[in-house]
């Protein structure tokens, strides 16, 4: 399974929000925003800080890609 958060990048830049800040709101670790940044897994807990801070469903930040459609950073 892959997953992309192009979706929770673009959401950032139309709100006005540094990932920085989301860091910080979210409490989210910065060793979790590298996962975020590689589109890695991370826990569904922490996707679910991430929807309370943005106000959003997970459908807003998160996308399922077939394995096939990933690119490599």
Do not use: F
Request: charged share 35%.
């Amino acid at each position: 399974m892959a997953v992309q958060y192009n979706k929770l990048w673009k959401l950032l830049v139309d709100k006005k929000i540094s990932k920085a800040d989301l860091r910080r709101q979210a409490d989210i670790s910065s060793n979790t925003m590298t996962k975020l940044r590689r589109d890695e897994m991370v826990a569904l807990p922490i996707l679910d800080r991430i929807c309370e801070t943005l106000d959003v469903d997970y459908g807003e930040i998160i996308e399922h890609v077939k394995e096939e459609q990933v690119t490599t950073h």
